[in-house]
């Protein structure tokens, strides 16, 4: 196994449902007894909802991320588990951008250029899978009019047969 592939490995795995129940659980207290959620908490449960294997919690955790953020708080950290949820959902243009905002914030951070490569990996992974999927579906739309055409020849010199 590369050092990529255990990256995207460890970006794949989901956390483990307790964790998010206990980091809800925890949210869910500063928000009833404290004016404003600390952001650590709240980044706490915004990781483990990107990490989550529903896309639901994801966006959440994305929600959550976003507002750290515009809270004027706008750590590395932040940045790119932002990146890492929007790669989870397979928002690449979202993830790209992303971590390209944490290496304007910390230029050469490892994290970010390996997200970066692999969801480039993954962009052109797609695109050849869908050019081959188009291709096929061509090919069999090709061969079904030749089929259909074939079938109306012979009707046709059937036809002038009698």
Do not use: W
Not at 57 to 64: A, C, F, P
């Amino acid at each position: 196994m590369t050092q990529l592939d255990d990256i995207i490995e460890d970006l794949d795995a989901p956390v483990d449902e307790r964790d998010i129940i206990e980091h809800e659980r925890l949210y869910n207290e500063e928000l009833q007894s404290k004016p404003v959620v600390s952001s650590q908490t709240q980044f706490g449960y915004a990781y483990v909802l990107v990490k989550s294997p529903y896309d639901n919690d994801i966006r959440k955790g994305i929600r959550l991320l976003e507002e750290l953020c515009q809270s004027g708080v706008d750590q590395r950290d932040f940045v790119y588990y932002l990146a890492v949820g929007h790669y989870r959902l397979h928002d690449f243009t979202p993830a790209m951008k992303f971590c390209q905002r944490v290496l304007e914030m910390e230029p050469g951070n490892q994290q970010a250029t390996q997200l970066l490569d692999i969801i480039k990996k993954k962009r052109k992974k797609d695109a050849m899978i869908g050019a081959a999927v188009l291709g096929g579906g061509a090919v069999a739309l090709t061969g079904g009019l030749l089929v259909a055409g074939a079938v109306v020849a012979a009707g046709i010199a059937a036809i002038r047969r009698r």
